[in-house]
């Protein structure tokens, strides 16, 4: 079983990871959609969201966008972060699933944290 959560604003991929109003995730199990839940967005402070991500079994995030810091706490945990995905939430982790999600996303230099 994988865990995807999908940065977002009313059910479609946010532009940046951080500012979401919610994370969409996702549970999925021989490459199909098994539950959906919403859980909004706890806040945004410099590392916190990637290890609340972790601690709530998540293994993959897609994003719009995101610093290059919480990137790199992602891949600390071992989790895959993909980046410049856009589109309603679920389609997106349907075309993941199916390996055919064009995200071509780049990490977000523009943070005064």
């Given at each position: 079983m994988k865990s995807?959560?999908?940065?977002?604003?009313?059910k479609r991929v946010c532009g940046h990871?951080?500012?979401c109003e919610t994370f969409e995730i996702f549970q999925t199990e021989g490459g199909k959609i098994i539950s959906e839940k919403s859980?909004?967005?706890?806040?945004?402070?410099?590392?916190?969201?990637?290890?609340?991500?972790?601690?709530?079994?998540?293994?993959?995030i897609i994003s719009g966008g995101m610093g290059g810091g919480?990137?790199?706490?992602?891949?600390?945990?071992?989790?895959?972060?993909?980046?410049g995905a856009e589109g309603n939430s679920r389609e997106v982790v349907e075309a993941y699933l199916a390996?055919?999600?064009k995200a071509e996303g780049s990490v977000c230099e523009e943070h005064n944290h």
């Open positions: 995807i959560a999908v940065a977002s604003d009313q990871f951080g500012h859980v909004p967005n706890p806040g945004h402070k410099p590392g916190f969201l990637p290890n609340f991500l972790h601690d709530s079994g998540v293994n993959v919480a990137v790199d706490i992602f891949e600390e945990h071992g989790m895959e972060v993909v980046l390996g055919t999600l």
